[in-house]
């Protein structure tokens, strides 16, 4: 049975004073589209099956470099973490999987913490390995890098620790490892750009020999931070040149805040979707670097444009593609969980207007060099208002018409404070 961490009669009561006013904009959105020859109804069943994972570290309060201001009720270990991704689910219904961090989310008993979240309806999406900063009692230091680092003992501490994630991982049921170091350099004369790269590729064959049978390894790239002069894996093509080279499991990752500014994110989908190497998303928004701001917050309109390359990629292997979706923000001045809420919601608005997409039309405007109908064919799905379709797949999936208006009627914050530990004041928090 499980865990119920918000009220059934509270959400089935909230929901029943929203139900008659989304029912006729959900019908209306549905005449409409009818008459562009779409169904809303494939639309919606298709959202229904559509899944996005939670970070563990997301429910919590992110911070910046110079500090972080914690609020009352925030998680403080993942037991505590999973009670409030379930919170997410069970308002939102879009994401029943959380990613875990290690060793921040480490526990002594692993099928006890399998228990919590199947008992709260969650379960484990890919493990996320940590060589980017020392942790307590570690031997050996990373400051000079961990995978790429030219003391092989340093290597073998950080490929060790990829393992172990690994070995956790498959006790709680993911079936990926995702691998971000934070190598480079900040010197010219620093390190050796090449061979660097070689040792990279060497600690990441052997953690990729101990990937189990079913496993995937996401290769996730970032342009720079820590590492301003130069980063061992900063962009695309090192990554797609690093999982070809190290084997069919290696796919790569794709940030939305981890590139150049005014990069063609969709342009890079494409390519990897292309060769078979786009292993999924870390969804998150940016203005000026890696901001880790809400999905969809700044830019929503490249949001929608990855997802048209998604939706293409999916018409051309329907079975063979399937990349793993995960938002990755950092929360400073909201509630987490209504920015995960916010955020999930943006992630599959623009999957929904996508869809939406005139997919023949379009192609025909292509074939024709028609540039305003190919613009205006894909607008047009852009401005499709699909907030209907989106809270009615939630309704029938025993979720909230309006989460957040919920998650504020439960006064899950406010409770929580009275049972969880306070967050010390001062800490710095995670970039």
């Known amino acids: ?85 379930a919170v997410v689910q069970t308002l939102g219904r879009n994401t029943p999987t959380v990613s875990t961090h290690f060793p921040w989310d480490r526990v002594d008993d692993v099928p006890a913490l399998k228990e919590k979240a199947a008992g709260l309806g969650v379960g484990f999406d890919a493990v996320n390995s940590n060589t980017f900063q020392d942790q307590p009692g570690q031997p050996l230091s990373y400051k000079y890098g961990s995978l790429t680092h030219a003391d092989p003992a340093v290597r073998d501490q950080a490929v ?169 923000q950092s929360h400073n001045v909201t509630d987490p969980i209504e920015s995960l809420l916010n955020s999930a919601g943006a992630v599959a608005a623009a999957h929904a207007r996508a869809l939406v997409v005139d997919r023949d039309a379009l192609a025909e405007h292509q074939r024709a060099n028609d540039v305003i109908m190919g613009f205006n064919t894909l607008r047009r799905g852009y401005d499709t208002d699909v907030t209907p379709i989106l809270a009615m797949a939630r309704y029938e999936l025993g979720g909230a018409i309006d989460p957040i208006a919920a998650y504020r009627a439960s006064e899950w914050r406010m409770r929580k404070a009275q049972v969880r530990k306070p967050i010390a004041v001062g800490q710095a928090g995670i970039v």
């Open 1 to 85: 049975m499980d865990e119920a961490v918000i009220s059934r009669e509270l959400i089935e009561r909230d929901n029943a004073a929203r139900l008659d006013a989304l029912t006729d904009d959900y019908e209306s959105l549905g005449r409409a589209l009818d008459r562009r020859g779409q169904s809303i109804d494939k639309v919606k069943q298709a959202l229904k099956g559509f899944a996005v994972a939670i970070p563990s570290w997301g429910v919590g309060v992110g911070g910046t470099r110079f500090a972080k201001f914690p609020i009352p009720g925030e998680p403080t270990n993942i037991f505590e973490k999973l009670e409030d991704c």
């Open 160 to 328: 060790r620790h990829n393992i172990d994630c690994i070995e956790i991982g498959e006790a709680l049921g993911a079936e990926a490892l995702t691998v971000w170091i934070a190598d480079g350099s900040n010197f010219a004369g620093q390190s050796d750009l090449t061979g660097a790269l070689d040792r990279y590729l060497d600690s990441m064959a052997r953690i990729y020999a101990a990937l189990p049978r079913h496993w995937r390894m996401f290769i996730e790239h970032k342009l720079f931070e820590p590492a301003f002069y130069s980063t061992v894996v900063s962009d695309w093509g090192t990554s797609l040149m690093c999982a070809q080279t190290l084997g069919e499991k290696a796919q790569c990752l794709v940030d939305l805040g981890h590139h150049a500014p005014n990069v063609n994110i969709e342009q890079i989908v494409a390519r990897l979707a292309r060769f078979g190497k786009l292993g999924g998303f870390h969804f998150n928004d940016s203005k000026y670097g890696d901001d880790d701001l809400d999905a969809g917050s700044i830019n929503p309109h490249q949001l929608f444009l990855v997802f048209n390359e998604l939706v293409e990629a999916q018409r051309r292997d329907p079975e063979g593609f399937r990349p793993a979706y995960m938002l990755d």
